[in-house]
């Protein structure tokens, strides 16, 4: 049973940091791109970062130089830190686990609550 477990979405003010993480199961990890994305009220859900087994990053430009995704190979975790929170980043993040190869193994989260206020 593959099972994508996200945990660390706040109440935060602008400026503010904070770390999401994702535990994964039930996947060979090292087969996955590990990927978080968001989704605002009224909006459609969108590409934030996302992290390849050894490490190639890819970044939304809206979040270029204040997040950072990571990858825990060793816990089949992956991480996303946020830096220098603003307004906008309001939105319910998702972990995502895609197949390097196959397309119809992408797997999704139940999501975690970031919500930016001043």
């Known amino acids: 049973q593959v099972e994508l477990e996200e945990s660390g979405g706040d109440l935060m003010q602008p400026g503010g940091s904070l770390r999401l993480s994702c535990a994964a199961s039930?996947?060979?990890?090292?087969?996955?791109?590990m990927g978080w994305y968001r989704q605002a009220p009224g909006k459609q859900r969108e590409l934030v970062a996302r992290a390849t087994y050894y490490g190639t990053t890819t970044y939304a430009d809206s979040v270029k130089g204040r997040f950072t995704i990571s990858r825990d190979n060793a816990k089949n975790t992956v991480y996303l830190q946020m830096n220098g929170l603003k307004l906008e980043d309001t939105a319910v993040y998702y972990c995502?686990?895609?197949?390097?190869?196959?397309?119809?193994?992408?797997?999704w989260g139940q999501g975690t609550q970031v919500t930016v206020s001043s």
């Open positions: 039930g996947i060979i990890f090292n087969f996955y791109t």
């Open positions: 995502n686990a895609r197949h390097i190869r196959l397309a119809q193994s992408d797997y």
